[in-house]
């Protein structure tokens, strides 16, 4: 369910159309396009928004939306005609956040969502997650870092061998009660290390 309606999720347009995206975790290789421009990657989920005739683009739509876009989201970059190519790795992040806020998605997915980035850039990703989620998105976010986890998560699924081995919420998410889960399988049991 996305927004109370039901959704049937057969393929990444029918997610389009649900008001959900994706920001993977190879931003370079699959969230971005490199070689354009950012605005170009911005409006890339989203043109015909500035169509102003059948096949004409409205540049001066797409320009403002894009200026708007970037101020949200801290994009420091001296131009919209920027190559994303020539960007820091948070401001490249920072893109592929701005292409689905202009795409009006509710429900976003935040794979690994700060490797890559240096440490001030990533406190900027957290706090731009925050913002997000006081304005009313839902964030999933997928994590290898146990840290972010616990720092940024309401909830918590712990993955081990494919399947949820549990749920936390609260004071239950700490780490030592994620890894006791995610490799031993069952809260207070003791591991061996080598």
């Known amino acids: 369910r996305v927004r109370g309606i039901a959704a049937k999720l057969k393929d990444p347009a029918d997610a389009l ?30 043109l015909g ?8 683009i409205d540049r001066r739509g ?6 708007d876009v970037m101020r949200r989201v801290g994009v420091k970059a001296p131009s919209i005609h920027t190559e994303v ?18 795409h009006h998605t509710t429900v976003l997915i935040f794979d690994e969502p700060t490797r890559g980035i240096d440490v001030g850039a990533k406190a900027e990703i957290y706090g731009l997650m925050r913002e997000l989620t006081a304005r009313g998105y839902a964030i999933i976010m997928i994590s290898s870092e146990l840290p972010e986890i616990v720092g940024m998560c309401d909830r918590v699924a712990v993955f081990r ?7 936390l919420a609260g004071d239950e998410i700490d780490p030592d009660t994620v890894m006791t ?14």
């Open 17 to 46: 159309r649900a008001g959900i995206g994706i920001l993977p975790e190879s931003r370079k290789t699959e969230g971005l396009v490199t070689s354009f421009s950012i605005r170009d990657n911005i409006s890339l989920n989203n």
């Open 49 to 56: 928004k500035y169509r102003s005739m059948r096949w004409l």
């Open 62 to 67: 797409e320009a403002r939306t894009t200026h």
């Open 85 to 102: 190519a020539t960007l820091s790795g948070g401001n490249q992040q920072k893109v592929v956040i701005a292409r689905w806020l202009n």
């Open 161 to 167: 061998q494919g399947r949820i081995e549990a749920t």
């Open 181 to 194: 889960y995610a490799t031993a399988g069952t809260r207070g049991a003791t591991h061996e290390t080598a």
